[in-house]
């Protein structure tokens, strides 16, 4: 069974960084390819980035492309979002997520909320 835990949110002002952490369980992680979301107040919940599972790989929305990273280290079964220039618009609920049994990501984490000031 996969489980995953994210952590990093926090307040942050407009311009600053953040690094987002997902700790993930299971012995065949290295197999999932993982992705991050986010989901603001009033909002439907809206893909960030994705990385295979080999970690060659990744993709962006374009509202984060050039600011955000995404990594994985399948040594520690974590997935890791890098995330530079903040915007007030950027606040969201960010979640973790896996591709496990099926073309769509099937495995949540309960998110972690990062909120920027302006």
């Known amino acids: 069974q996969v489980q995953l835990v994210e952590s990093g949110g926090g307040l942050v002002q407009t311009g600053g960084s953040l690094r987002l952490s997902c700790a993930a369980s299971g012995r065949t992680f290295n197999s999932y390819n993982m992705a991050w979301f986010r989901q603001s107040p009033g909002k439907e919940r809206e893909f960030v980035a994705e990385i295979r599972w080999s970690g060659t790989s990744t993709y962006y929305a374009d509202s984060v492309k050039g600011r955000f990273t995404i990594s994985r280290d399948n040594t520690k079964n974590m997935v890791y979002l890098q995330m530079h220039s903040l915007k007030p618009e950027d606040t969201a609920v960010y979640y973790c997520?896996?591709?496990?049994?099926?073309?769509?990501?099937?495995?949540w984490g309960k998110g972690t909320l990062v909120t920027v000031s302006s």
């Open positions: 997520a896996a591709k496990v049994t099926g073309p769509k990501y099937d495995r």
